[in-house]
């Protein structure tokens, strides 16, 4: 670099960028630069979605309401700091396979597929139903993204993605969704859900 102080460093990345986003540098890994190209792509994704989740949880968790208050109130911070460590998990696999990961909250909000939420409050039902919807969203590209890792011989990435963030998000909605019984709306079918929450397109 020719920047001789703070003052004459152009910041926007076009000078300082040593590797675009949507890139593989070549890493020892007796796996295919296509494959690696591949799979980062793919957890990056996760990785949008996943931070969207987390702070999903976190804006839930401060705004919640009503007489079910208090435990919603912790169970949401729970998961938040369970969706915040396999943040870390996603980005730290997109970096070993060479990737860059996603990291800031304008490049998430561009690239995230989770339904945008209103910054005021809603009522807790409707908080449970959006994270279900989150989850559901992350739990389908979890799976086809792992299935992609196995078919192309991405052994790692396949286990990240069944052990850590399968697992971890279909037993969270098991703890989500039981908060919803007795509020007559749970065996509503996919359909319904969708429409209590003004899905997207
Ligand atoms: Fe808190």
């Known amino acids: 670099m020719k920047h001789t102080s703070s003052q004459t460093i152009d910041l926007t990345g076009r000078e300082t960028e040593i590797q675009p986003y949507g890139t593989v540098v070549n890493r020892p890994l007796s796996l295919d630069h296509k494959v690696r190209l591949a799979s980062a792509n793919g957890l990056n994704q996760i990785l949008a979605d996943t931070m969207t989740l987390r702070d999903m949880y976190k ?3 401060w705004q919640v309401s009503g007489p079910t208050f208090y435990p919603l109130h912790l169970l949401f911070d729970k998961h938040y700091g369970e969706q915040a460590a ?4 996603l980005a730290e696999r997109i970096q070993t396979l060479g990737g860059v990961a996603i990291a800031m909250a304008h490049d998430v909000a561009e690239t995230t597929r989770v339904a945008r939420v209103p910054r005021g ?6 908080q449970l139903f959006r994270l279900l919807q989150a989850h559901e969203l992350i739990i389908g590209e979890a799976r086809d993204a792992a299935h992609a890792a196995a078919a192309s011989g991405d052994d790692g990435t396949n286990d990240l993605l069944v052990s850590d963030i399968l697992r971890r998000n279909e037993l969270q909605v098991w703890f989500v969704s039981e908060q919803l019984a007795g509020a007559g709306l749970a065996d509503r079918d996919e359909e319904a859900v969708g429409s209590v929450v003004n899905t997207h397109a």
Do not use: M, N, P
């Open 121 to 126: 409050r809603e009522d807790a039902t409707i």
């Open 59 to 61: 804006k839930h968790h």
């Open 86 to 89: 396999l943040v870390d998990t």
